[in-house]
């Protein structure tokens, strides 16, 4: 028995037709033709399948005009949408053969929203709507199943408490069209709930856009026994194997598997159960992948054995899946070399290099610590940045080990395979910029493990925490990775090793310009830049290790002619050398440092510097948990960036600590002047950050907060008179 959806002949849309008219409801016939900016990604999937001939329930969407008028008139809604509305459940009225609020052929529908930027469960949806007693009575009698009435009704009252009430006792109203009335309010408010501006600001999605609402024929998986709902992937999402993927949840709607209250089944039932729902499912998902030329999500709802289709998007998938699916998508025809590296990540092609922990063969380790990056790398160790430097650049395969780490380590943390620490937790200095740099890592080994490794041969499992004597052999990454690395390698016209940087690269050069760019600097700005002193440059070089002019313009917003000339004279004068990697500090370089930060230290006032410091720790150690959050989802898993709503949450915490933070900083630019440029720096990381360039959260070759953070704390380590040893010991420079 049909509940939801009949084949009823539809005439010519009476209303909305693509917009042509000025109308802000329009019809989903397959022939809308309005962006997805008008109408959102919902409802233009719904359109789309419709005009690819795909079994769709009959929808009507409010496009974002009627948001925007919904705003623009107080949150009302006003009498032209309003009567857009009811000509839109006459059209579904018309496509299925039943009437809304009737008390025999009732019509349900769902309300969902719609924004043209997918925010998954950011906002509203309402299924079910239209039920009331005598709807109730009319489903018990036509389907002879009071089960199934009475648990449709269950599940549009608690939801439509929950959305459109807020109130789980609330009183639901009898009327449909109140009930109606009332879930579009309440999508149209979600899209300035707080979840879904602080969505927005952390993915960069303006709050200009708005919401569509898309109201659509119910279909029930909830009907009987040949009655179910499910998730088809036309991919495996997480090995982007050639296969689909799915789950099937007989009995069920379509919240009750993507909620995860629920535990679906394998897809193959579905193939068991109802072989022809299942063909057709299947033969739709070849189709959309086809025309989507990438892999799909498909939500769908069988009842009473037929098969309808209610959304497809671009799926999320695994670092594994994503690079697989591009290459074979290429060679598949269905997208080209150039598109394939857009669709693949520099931290994606990391993750899936990654080796997996060796067989310690019976040897007793050398030293045990936290693991802070996964991997197993093997080398000489050494304890100096500059003999990594030098040695990797000689052909050698080194592994640093120092008792902690700091800034200006970092040009050996880049040359070494690995990194070991004394000091130090998944926290730490080290084990932040190695998962960054895909190093792997153990911290926290101890004193005295150094001296113990110094010059000798081993091999380093980030994964288990361990150093091993000797070279152990891991288990080797799947041959099928190392082909699709090199495949894509090869369309980047780099080596596989390389690979990452040019991701990275062209990450970069699409990041929008700021405020804070040099080039965006207003006339004030630019007349100041000549003001930066030779403790400035001086101190960041010192800082960052290994720079190049470009890149302390952009930290100090000086020219980089200027930022050139200064480096040039400091060269001149011994005071730097040149390195292939860019700018070094000479020893006679960091005396004439030392000296200017004594008579910098002279001018300012030490206890309310100490005081400025103390507060810095306090905010410390939530920054570090923070970005340890980012890279990592628990102690043993990396995160590959490819759950949103993870990164989404973990990007939020760290803007919300931004604005606490930044008060603070500010206080000390006034303490100590040659500070105050981090208040601008930290902005703009975190501008570009929530502009969706998601490297500016910690990459450490670049001024990401976390750099740029670490920077700070080290200015302010020389500042307070402390050295990094001191710091290290009292736990607060790991």
């Known amino acids: 028995m049909t509940i939801g959806v009949e084949p009823v002949q539809r005439p010519e849309a009476a209303f909305g037709r693509a917009g042509a008219d000025g109308s802000v409801v329009v019809e989903l016939d397959g022939a809308c033709g309005l962006s997805r900016e008008r109408i959102g990604g919902k409802a233009w999937s719904v359109d789309h399948m419709h005009g690819l001939g795909l079994p769709v329930p009959p929808a009507f969407v409010l496009t974002t005009e009627a948001w925007a008028e919904f705003g623009a008139n107080g949150g009302v809604l006003g009498a032209q949408i309003w009567a857009g509305v009811r000509d839109g459940i006459a059209a579904l009225e018309r496509g299925t053969g039943r009437r809304f609020g009737d008390a025999e052929r009732p019509l349900l529908v769902s ?29 018990t009698a036509e389907t002879r199943n009071p089960g199934y009435a009475g648990d449709t009704r269950r599940r549009f009252v608690t939801q439509y408490r929950e959305i459109v009430l807020g109130d789980p006792n609330g009183v639901v109203p009898e009327d449909p069209w109140e009930q109606l009335r009332g879930a579009v309010t309440a999508v149209f408010r979600s899209w300035d709930s707080a979840r879904a501006k602080t969505y927005r600001r952390t993915r960069g999605v303006s709050d200009a856009l708005g919401t569509a609402v898309t109201v659509q024929a119910m279909v029930f998986g909830n009907l009987d026994a040949l009655s179910g709902t499910g998730v088809l992937f036309s991919r495996n999402p997480n090995t982007g194997a050639r296969a689909v993927f799915g789950e099937w949840l007989i009995g069920g709607q379509g919240e009750d598997v993507v909620s995860g209250r629920t535990t679906p089944r394998p897809l193959d039932e579905l193939a068991v159960t109802l072989p022809e729902a299942h063909r057709q499912l299947l033969a739709a998902a ?25 959304q497809s998007r671009p799926a999320k998938r695994s670092a594994r899946a994503a690079v697989r699916a591009a290459v074979a998508m290429v060679d598949e025809g269905l997208i080209d070399a150039d598109e394939a590296l857009r669709r693949v990540a520099a931290d994606q092609v990391r993750t899936v290099l990654l080796p997996a922990s060796g067989d310690d063969t019976g040897l007793r380790p050398l030293a045990q610590g936290e693991s802070a990056c996964p991997g197993l790398a093997s080398g000489i160790v050494v304890t100096d940045p500059d003999e990594a430097e030098t040695r990797s650049a000689a052909g050698e395969q080194v ?110 050069d699409r990041a929008p310009a700021t405020d804070s760019d040099p080039a965006c600097l207003p006339m004030s700005q630019e007349a100041n830049r000549n003001k930066v002193s030779e403790l400035a440059v001086l101190r960041l070089i010192g800082i960052k290790g290994r720079v190049k002019p470009d890149a302390i313009a952009a930290s100090l917003t000086i020219a980089e002619a200027e930022a050139e000339s200064r480096t040039a004279d400091f060269v001149t004068r011994g005071l730097c050398a040149s390195t292939p990697v860019g700018i070094r500090l000479t020893p006679q370089g960091r005396e004439q440092l030392d000296r200017l930060l004594e008579h910098e230290r002279a001018d300012l006032d030490r206890s309310v510097l100490a005081a400025a410091y103390a507060e810095f720790c306090e905010f410390n150690t939530e920054l570090k948990a923070v970005i340890t959050a980012w890279q990592m989802k628990d102690a043993s898993t990396v995160n590959d960036h490819s759950d949103n709503t993870y990164d989404a949450a973990v990007l939020a915490r760290l803007t919300a600590l931004h604005h606490g933070i930044g008060p603070m900083v500010e206080r000390i630019g006034t303490i100590a002047p040659r500070l105050a440029p981090y208040t601008g720096r930290l902005a703009r990381a975190v501008e570009r950050m929530n502009g969706g360039d998601h490297s500016w959260v910690a990459r450490p070759i670049m001024d990401s907060y976390h750099t740029v953070w670490f920077e700070l704390h080290e200015d302010l380590i020389g500042l307070c008179g402390l050295s990094r040893a001191d710091e290290a010991a009292a736990g607060r420079a790991h």
Do not use: Y
């Open 111 to 139: 309300v969902r929203s719609g924004a043209a930027v997918s925010m998954p469960g950011m906002m509203d949806t309402v299924l079910n709507l239209g039920m009331n007693d005598s709807v109730e009575r009319a489903l």
């Open 286 to 310: 070849e189709l959309l992948e086809r025309d989507g030329r990438d892999i799909q999500d498909i939500e769908f709802t069988v009842e009473s054995g037929r098969l309808w289709l209610l």
């Open 399 to 508: 592994i640093l080990a120092r008792p902690t780490t700091s800034p200006d380590d970092l040009h050996g943390m880049i040359a070494a395979q690995a990194i070991v620490t004394e000091l130090g937790g998944a926290t730490s200095h080290a084990a932040l910029v190695s998962r960054e740099l895909g190093r792997p890592c153990v911290v926290g080994c101890g004193a005295g493990v150094v001296e113990a490794l110094t010059g000798r041969l081993v091999t380093v499992d980030g994964g288990a925490g361990t150093v091993w004597p000797g070279q152990v052999s891991g288990k080797a990454v799947d041959a099928s990775v190392i082909e699709d690395i090199e495949r894509l390698a090869g369309w980047a016209q780099v080596d596989s090793v390389a690979l990452p940087a040019f991701l990275s690269t062209r990450t970069e």
